[in-house]
């Protein structure tokens, strides 16, 4: 008789391998047609909602990982909230102004000069629309759910419309204001640019030291002494207007071959090095507080007029003499310092960084050439001290990647001192998971200055103020209020379609325009004011959705970014922050901690790998990532996570292959009536579903990855399922010892994966098509488990019978080794009874559990080995082989040859 007829073996048609590249489209498919999103909504509904908030990516390239890092991320957090009863809907959208779109289509061969404002802005739209859709179909392949069919787009009337309201609310409480002040500007986007839109990296940059000449030193110090400045900046020495020391420093003059200088004292020894002095050849003539230099004035180096010496608190002897050359039109400290000396604010470069009438000789010069006429004009003058060069890290626009400077033009500001307080209080009752970002985030609101919220660019949207016929701004909350309504009607085009008289309410008058002619801003609002408007534009017009939103969750720049303009517009307008927790992720680098590059070839691409191994295999990858920090990805570590999903896939088939003829309803064994190997696998189990649950509270992926390894390897397939064999396999179908564990195997199988379905969604929902005895249509209209009780005693006990079977399991391989047994079936196990552990108390088979064919317990073994827990000695089995279940029996019946297998598989076999 082949007995291997008679053998109960797994059956499923769930395969071994995922084919998840064919199947993941497919299933994405039937999704879409069921209309599951709408029915998790549906489930849920009237339950308490949780609201993450699209940070929006911007509508421009094609997606990377950091990309899927993020929104997968989202769509993990999203789905654990829906599967545990929370209405959780996720509106994804796009940031779709600024200058990457307008530079995009300017690559494409498209003259903005050669067409109208509104055409330029329209041919932006279908640019950005085409981006969206690329994008939003690569974010579907994922396998991430949401309202793709109503995203939030920054261009739609609605959201500009709401975007104009944010900004009439600050303008209400005093908080808008037009200026004259330095701001980073970028000569080549022609444009302001918000710290945010800086990048730092190295720059060559000259290192000069100049002396100024003393003019009138107020009899302190004799006129013709030089005070020696250091910059590395030459162009902006024609702007130059003060010299800045520090009140409390101490100053020391000094004779070097009969020329007299002035540098701060706790400097002197690094000047004298970087200007390659010899200090035996140093005298020291005076010595000053800096409050003592102050009002004194020296000579222009370049122009005939002076320079004062004033105070500032912003002066250090970090570096240079402790002399600051002092332009308020190119830089923020000099700005301030200049205010209160009321120097004025020269900033003689036009918006290409080309010099101006104002600067004299070197109008038409671009701001970076003129460095070296500069130069040589201070070394013909007598003023030049020194030049070297350096390479020092350096502001860059993160779009053209070309240096920026500093310089003073009109533009529009956004307070921030006026508030700056209600948004740390706002932080303060912020969750964070890292308590260094709340700092991180508090520090920066600490130190920023006003927000600049004007850019010289189109595609965006329009600022809506006036300008008065003698040129007086007109920003009227009337005014703002009917702009917002046009916009929401018409569009923001019309702002360069229609007249100002058009725009402005019906019959309005101003006394600055006495013969009713208004002119409109030309500036267009920056793009971090579109997507710091969006918990008014989205959580605020969906009436779905809450404010604050529970979850911000994007890339640790984003502190600087939409994190921080978010809460500024939100605690401006609101009184608090326009979310509940913060959250971030950090850059996807390659597998040696590198930055991904073409150049390079290091780069990793979404959709070459979800067409090489799908979706899931990215997921998983996500789940492996500790992504608070920065993480890594290559092709070894995919293969990694591939061979992990293969582990994971072939021990859901094994349970899936066991459970097929067990039904729960009627099958079932109640937890009082299991084996006891049965009850603490279960326990063990609730241990991981705690565990998970946990987990997924805390966004701690990279744990449950962890654990789902260790319970898989260590719990099922080095224990349980091998240990198992012999009763799935050999026992009656009904035996109680298999229902019993059945019953363990259908809720591990039903409830891990639905622990796992917010991570491996198609798979998931592939496991549960194959399980039998389910309700739901999908895996995805399931609950999680529930956070159970754990038995610690029983574990413990367990524990300990555990370590008692590794010890076994040692000397079955020392056994192996010296060829006394080949498979572990054919040995016979002589083993010592630990203390504080009764093997009569375990209630199971030992032969089963050591997977061995005989056991016996023994007080004391003479020949046996100790090992950590218990003395082992291994023994060929006695007895014959059963020919259906391997194991070796001394029945009479099978040793006398009567049988060919063991009197528990004859009772199996004769009752088929």
């Known amino acids: 008789m082949d007995y291997k007829e008679t053998l109960l073996m797994p059956k499923t048609k769930f395969?071994?391998?995922?084919?998840?590249?064919?199947?993941?489209?497919?299933?994405?498919?039937?999704?879409?047609?069921?209309?599951?999103?709408?029915?998790?909504?549906?489930?849920?509904?009237?339950?308490?909602?949780?609201?993450?908030?699209?940070?929006?990516?911007?509508?421009n390239g094609s997606l990377h990982m950091g990309h899927a890092?993020?929104?997968?991320?989202?769509?993990?957090?999203?789905?654990?909230?829906?599967?545990?009863?929370?209405?959780?809907?996720?509106?994804?959208g796009w940031d779709t102004h600024g200058l990457p779109i307008e530079q995009a289509l300017t690559n494409k061969g498209i003259d903005r000069k050669s067409m109208s404002i509104e055409e330029f802005r329209n041919k932006c739209i279908e640019f950005a629309n085409t981006q969206i859709d690329q994008q939003r179909e690569g974010f579907k392949r994922m396998g991430i759910d949401g309202e793709w069919d109503n995203p939030y787009l920054t261009y739609k009337p609605e959201f500009e419309a709401a975007q104009i309201r944010v900004l009439k609310d600050m303008v209400e409480k005093g908080l808008i204001y037009k200026g004259k002040k330095p701001i980073y500007w970028s000569p080549v986007s022609e444009s302001s640019l918000a710290e945010a839109e800086l990048e730092y990296k190295d720059k060559r940059s000259p290192s000069i030291y100049v002396g100024f000449?003393?003019?009138?030193?107020?009899?302190?110090?004799?006129?013709?002494?030089?005070?020696?400045?250091?910059?590395?900046?030459?162009?902006?020495?024609?702007?130059?207007?003060?010299?800045?020391?520090?009140?409390?420093?101490?100053?020391?003059?000094?004779?070097?071959?009969?020329?007299?200088?002035?540098?701060?004292?706790?400097?002197?020894?690094?000047?004298?090095e970087d200007v390659?002095?010899?200090?035996?050849?140093?005298?020291?003539?005076?010595?000053?507080?800096?409050?003592?230099?102050?009002?004194?004035?020296?000579?222009?180096?370049?122009?005939?007029?002076?320079?004062?010496?004033?105070l500032g608190d912003h002066v250090t002897l970090d570096g240079g003499t402790g002399c600051v050359h002092t332009a308020p039109g190119h830089g923020d400290d000099d700005f301030i310092v200049g205010q209160k000396y009321d120097l004025g604010v020269l900033s003689p470069v036009d918006d290409k960084g080309v010099?101006?009438?104002?600067?004299?000789?070197?109008?038409?010069?671009?701001?970076?050439?003129?460095?070296?006429?500069?130069?040589?004009?201070?070394?013909?003058?007598?003023?030049?001290?020194?030049?070297?060069?350096?390479?020092?890290?350096?502001?860059?626009?993160?779009?053209?990647?070309?240096?920026?400077?500093?310089?003073?033009?009109?533009?529009?500001?956004?307070?921030?001192?006026?508030?700056?307080?209600?948004?740390?209080?706002?932080?303060?009752?912020?969750?964070?998971?890292?308590?260094?970002?709340?700092?991180?985030?508090?520090?920066?609101?600490?130190?920023?200055?006003?927000?600049?919220?004007?850019?010289?660019?189109?595609?965006?949207?329009?600022?809506?103020?006036?300008?008065?016929?003698?040129?007086?701004?007109?920003?009227?909350?009337?005014?703002?209020?009917?702009v917002a309504q046009?916009?929401?009607?018409?569009?923001?085009?019309?702002?360069?379609?229609?007249?100002?008289?058009?725009?402005?309410?019906?019959?309005?008058?101003?006394?600055?325009?006495?013969?009713?002619?208004?002119?409109?801003?030309?500036?267009?609002?920056?793009?971090?004011?579109?997507?710091?408007?969006?918990?008014?534009?989205?959580?605020?017009?969906?009436d779905y959705l809450t404010y604050p939103a529970d979850l911000y969750f994007e890339g640790s720049d984003q502190y600087r970014g939409w994190f921080n303009s978010s809460i500024i517009t939100s605690v401006a307008t609101r009184g608090i922050a326009p979310y509940k927790e913060l959250l971030s992720h950090g850059f996807v680098m390659d597998g040696q901690g590198k930055k991904m590059s073409k150049s390079v070839g290091n780069v990793i691409l979404p959709e070459k790998v979800m067409k090489q191994m799908g979706a899931d295999i990215i997921?998983?990858?996500?789940?492996?990532?500790?992504?608070?920090?920065?993480?890594?990805?290559?092709?070894?570590?995919?293969?990694?996570?591939?061979?992990?999903?293969?582990?994971?896939?072939?021990?859901?088939?094994?349970?899936?292959?066991?459970?097929?003829?067990?039904?729960?309803?009627?099958d079932a064994i109640a937890y009082e009536d299991m084996m006891e190997v049965d009850q603490f696998m279960v326990q063990r189990f609730n241990e991981m579903v705690n565990l998970m649950r946990d987990c997924y509270d805390r966004y701690d992926y990279v744990s449950m990855y962890q654990s789902l390894q260790n319970f898989i390897n260590v719990d099922l397939s080095n224990f349980y399922l091998d240990y198992g064999k012999d009763i799935l396999y050999i026992e009656k179908e009904n035996a109680h010892i298999r229902r019993s564990m059945q019953t363990v195997l259908y809720k591990i199988v039903t409830e891990l994966n639905r622990l796992l379905a917010p991570v491996l969604v198609h798979t998931a929902e592939e496991i549960h098509q194959h399980t039998p005895y389910v309700e739901q249509e999908s895996v995805h209209l399931e609950y999680l488990p529930e956070e159970a009780e754990v038995d610690t005693a029983l574990v413990n006990k367990w524990k300990q019978f555990m370590a008692v079977r590794d010890d076994v399991f040692k000397a079955l391989e020392v056994a192996r080794n010296e060829k006394v047994i080949g498979k572990s079936l054919e040995a016979k196990v002589y083993v010592t009874q630990p203390e504080g552990l009764s093997f009569e108390d375990i209630n199971g088979k030992l032969e089963q559990l050591f997977i061995v064919s005989q056991v016996e317990v023994v007080d004391a073994l003479e020949d046996g080995t100790e090992y950590d827990t218990a003395t082992v000695n291994v023994e060929h089995a006695e007895g014959t082989r059963c020919e259906r279940c391997w194991n070796y029996s001394t029945a009479e019946s099978i040793h006398e040859g009567d049988d060919d297998i063991c009197p528990r598989c004859r009772e199996v076999v004769d009752a088929l």
């Open 355 to 482: 010099f101006t009438e104002e600067a004299g000789k070197y109008e038409g010069l671009f701001y970076d050439k003129a460095n070296k006429v500069i130069t040589e004009d201070l070394d013909a003058n007598g003023a030049l001290i020194n030049m070297s060069f350096i390479t020092h890290s350096y502001p860059h626009d993160w779009r053209s990647k070309t240096p920026v400077i500093f310089r003073a033009t009109p533009q529009w500001f956004a307070s921030i001192k006026n508030v700056r307080q209600d948004i740390i209080d706002a932080l303060d009752d912020t969750k964070f998971q890292v308590e260094w970002n709340r700092r991180r985030m508090s520090n920066m609101i600490q130190n920023r200055g006003d927000w600049v919220i004007s850019r010289q660019r189109v595609w965006g949207v329009p600022l809506p103020f006036f300008y008065a016929e003698n040129g007086e701004e007109i920003i009227d909350v009337e005014v703002i209020e009917r």
């Open 15 to 59: 395969k071994m391998r995922g084919g998840l590249v064919n199947k993941e489209p497919q299933m994405q498919e039937e999704w879409r047609n069921n209309n599951l999103y709408e029915k998790k909504l549906k489930l849920n509904e009237g339950n308490t909602p949780y609201v993450l908030h699209d940070g929006p990516p911007y509508a």
């Open 213 to 272: 000449d003393v003019d009138d030193g107020k009899g302190i110090v004799e006129p013709g002494v030089q005070i020696v400045i250091w910059t590395t900046t030459p162009w902006t020495i024609p702007s130059n207007l003060a010299v800045a020391v520090h009140p409390e420093l101490n100053y020391v003059q000094f004779n070097y071959e009969g020329k007299e200088y002035i540098v701060a004292e706790g400097l002197l020894d690094s000047y004298c």
């Open 619 to 666: 997921r998983l990858w996500v789940m492996s990532s500790d992504f608070e920090e920065d993480v890594r990805i290559s092709d070894d570590i995919l293969k990694q996570v591939s061979e992990v999903y293969r582990k994971v896939r072939n021990t859901f088939r094994f349970l899936l292959g066991n459970v097929a003829d067990f039904n729960p309803s009627e």
């Open 276 to 310: 390659d002095l010899d200090k035996e050849k140093i005298t020291r003539t005076k010595e000053f507080k800096g409050s003592e230099l102050e009002y004194i004035t020296t000579k222009h180096p370049l122009f005939d007029r002076t320079s004062l010496v004033i």
């Open 69 to 92: 890092l993020n929104k997968i991320i989202k769509d993990i957090i999203i789905r654990n909230k829906q599967m545990r009863g929370y209405y959780a809907p996720y509106v994804p």
């Open 486 to 542: 046009l916009f929401e009607e018409h569009g923001s085009n019309i702002w360069f379609e229609w007249d100002a008289e058009d725009l402005l309410p019906e019959g309005y008058t101003h006394e600055g325009s006495p013969n009713g002619e208004f002119t409109k801003e030309t500036d267009i609002m920056d793009v971090w004011f579109d997507s710091g408007s969006t918990h008014r534009g989205v959580l605020g017009t969906r």
